[in-house]
DNA sequence: CCTATAGTTCGATTATATACGTACTATCAT
DNA sequence: ATGATAGTACGTATATAATCGAACTATAGG
């Protein structure tokens, strides 16, 4: 039996705006996100800072719950990026300007 | 002995971007900012949609420690303002986009 | 001075998140 | 098949946050 052959990504338009500032009010994930905003596309090891594998799956999960991180299966790695356009047309300017944030 | 006859507001440099995230992220939260945005200024009682005022003054709390809301004190009132420039100055963009969505 | 009003502070409860070890699943290479 | 690798799922412990009643503080008005 095969569970996790592909993930579930929301449609934009169930995210709420509270859901979203959610996800990105977490330093670890936020982090995540800034780093996906630069390297297009990693994997979850390639992103985890030290952290525990079941750590990072627990937020990677809240990121895609959130929309705002697409995780496509390539063989044995979990590739991840962010869902920029989709995001920009939901949430016009909050990619821009959480991630333009300096300090 | 008096204590409270005057609010400390934070510098809007000590206040990090996932600081000011977390503090929109919650609906009641929102539903102030957002008023505000649009009243300029108001009292907690006029914010509070019913709810208690020990709820209502958390909330604010959060807001103002997260430098979003100044609170200034009128007589028996306290009334409230975005403090919109700076926090613009500090996070451009933010606002507008978290105030401009809509859903 | 007494009372009403607006908010705060305290404290307890409950809900929600985070952190992460362990066990499990899927894929790939040998 | 075996073993290695990447990540998920589950369970539990712990931390953080929300909710709100009750007691308190400050101000204004009679």
Do not use: W
Not at 45 to 55: N, T
Not at 79 to 85: F, V
């Amino acid at each position: 039996m095969s569970a996790m052959r592909t993930y579930q990504h929301p449609d934009l338009a169930t995210v709420t705006i509270e859901h979203a500032l959610h996800a990105l009010s977490d330093p670890v994930r936020l982090d995540i996100v800034r780093q996906l905003d630069r390297e297009i596309e990693a994997s979850c090891a390639a992103l985890d800072g030290g952290r525990p594998k079941s750590s990072m799956s627990h937020h990677f999960r809240v990121l895609r719950a959130a929309g705002l991180v697409h995780t496509r299966i390539a063989g044995v790695q979990h590739m991840n990026t962010l869902r920029r356009e989709e995001v920009d047309k939901r949430f016009p300017g909050l990619l821009d300007a959480v991630l333009g944030v300096k300090g």
